[in-house]
């Protein structure tokens, strides 16, 4: 999930719905006087998201401005404020909200912002799983008794839904778990959330629902945002090449708005048949953590009770965005000893080769990234990342590359001088990013250096990267 002015005196009762978008009902002074702009957290993380952990460039969420109880009398409807990718919100040109001149106001935000609203209540819908973050429902309401006077109004949001996540590998006969498929049988996938009061009701539209799935080292992600509620005796079926896994989930198991639920899955043959060997781990920190469980899963959706789930919640040690400022006249590009952008302060930026040196750049279509030049040995390292206490240490990025096609493993990757396996994979569509995740061979310890190279034989077209994430379990 990548995106101020109403001044005046006399205020009259408007009606919700679209046409909400005026707010001619008051007189607006002058301009730049007043507006309203919004920081934001989710949970207790600052600015964070369920897509890896940051909002996204233009994510957009809808804001209410309102005096006294409920939304019967809005002052501002469903105004459109957007982020740049760091959490804080602006609204543009009719879409501004400024405060009134005099008196305390409350807001009310929603994201995934709809510019369909109809009333007070937001429809949802989780049968597309595609994009988990697009339909990752945050609602806010602790902005209470602001005024003109008042400081940047920082919106809390809360999760409304539930996640599951899943990292599934091959054990015995299941030698990969390429091409992976899997899906929730009969689950609810529309409901509605009540506004005034963030409430979720009205879960109903059962359906077969396919998981997103991302491929790992030797595993795949498998991630599905769902309708919190019982999902007792539900079927979840895992298809390869080879054969399908049934897992039958627990009596009793409901999943709870706000909280990610995480199960490490191996997928086996043998004797009996297909079986599913399920162990609970722990969740990143913007939802609450609630271990999965433990269960072994024949293949007819029998279960066995298995070892006690893992503990530990899992953490983003660091994030580097390389900043959001668009191409200019003043940055086209900047050497990485010169950049001020970086959004991790604490760590040391170099080039491998200082003459042979990689560039930070931004074009009119993408913000700041590595620009990894063509037909040149060269490479760049971050030292000092700080992963005191952690384990599991798991590493991602996106990457692309100026030709359609291009390998990901060109680009090499190493910690602590350690080369990673990179999964293989290939960039499709020429300056369009795909995403990288390295789960195994991460040495832990105080301090950790990462280093990002390729040589002129092997990068015959260029490569930018961005969103360096690192994370583990604490």
């Known amino acids: ?68 109880a409920g939304l019967a009398s809005p002052l501002a409807t469903n105004k459109k404020y957007t ?32 510019a369909t609203l109809s009333g007070t209540n937001l429809p949802i819908d989780v049968t597309t799983q ?16 602001l005024t003109k006077a008042s400081p940047t109004a920082n919106l809390s949001f809360s999760h409304k839904l539930a996640k599951i996540e899943l990292t599934v590998k091959g054990g015995t006969g299941v030698p990969n778990v390429n091409g992976l498929q899997v899906v929730y049988n009969g689950i609810n996938t529309t409901a509605t959330m009540d506004l005034a009061t963030g409430t979720v009701t009205g879960a109903a539209n059962a359906k077969n629902v396919t998981a997103k799935a991302t491929a790992g080292t030797g595993s795949q992600l498998v991630e599905a945002i769902v309708i919190p509620g019982s999902y007792a005796a539900k079927e979840v079926i895992f298809t390869l090449a080879s054969g399908t896994f049934k897992w039958a989930i627990p009596a009793n198991t409901s999943f709870e708005a706000g909280k990610k639920y995480t ?25 609450t953590t609630v ?34 400022a668009p191409a200019s006249k003043d940055f086209p590009k900047s050497r990485i000893a010169e950049f001020l952008d ?50 599991k240490l798991k590493l991602s990025y996106d990457i692309t590359a100026n030709g359609g096609g291009a390998s990901v493993k060109v680009i090499k990757v190493r910690a602590n001088g350690q080369e990673l396996t ?24 105080n301090s950790l250096t990462l280093e990002f190279s390729t040589t002129n034989t092997e990068n015959t077209v260029g490569y930018r990267i961005d969103n360096i994430k690192l994370v583990g379990t604490k």
Request: hydrophobic content about 30%.
């Open 83 to 114: 982020t740049s990718g760091n959490g804080n919100f602006t609204g543009q040109g009719a879409e501004i909200i400024n405060y009134p001149e005099t008196g305390a106001v409350d807001f009310i935000a929603y994201y995934p912002y709809s």
């Open 263 to 287: 199960y490490d899955i191996q997928l086996s043959t043998g004797s009996t048949g297909n079986e599913v060997a399920v162990t609970g781990a722990g969740t990143i920190t913007d939802w």
């Open 342 to 391: 970086f959004s991790e302060k604490g760590v040391k930026y170099s080039d491998q080769d200082p003459a042979n040196y990689v560039d930070i750049r931004a074009t009119s279509t993408m913000d700041p990234h590595v620009w990894i030049p063509a037909n040149r040995t060269t490479g760049f390292k971050i030292e000092g990342i700080n992963t005191t206490g952690a384990t």
């Open 130 to 145: 595609t994009n988990p973050a697009a339909i990752d429902v945050l609602y806010a309401n602790n902005a209470t008794g």
């Open 422 to 445: 990179v999964p293989a994979g290939s960039i499709a569509t020429s300056n369009t990013y795909v995403a990288v995740n390295i789960d195994a061979g991460i040495p832990t310890g």
């Open 1 to 68: 999930m990548k995106k101020k002015q109403l001044l005046g005196a006399a205020l009259a009762l408007i009606v919700l719905g679209n046409s909400c978008k005026n707010d001619d009902y008051r007189n607006v002074g002058p301009e730049n006087d007043g507006k309203v702009s919004f920081t934001s957290s989710i949970g207790n993380g600052i600015s964070t998201r369920v897509s890896g952990n940051n909002w996204d460039a233009n994510d957009a969420i809808g804001v209410f401005m309102k005096q006294g």
């Open 291 to 324: 271990p999965g469980g433990s269960f072994n899963v024949d293949g007819d959706g029998g279960t066995d009770p298995g070892p006690d789930p893992g503990t530990g919640t899992e953490q983003t040690l660091f994030l580097e965005t390389f900043g959001t």
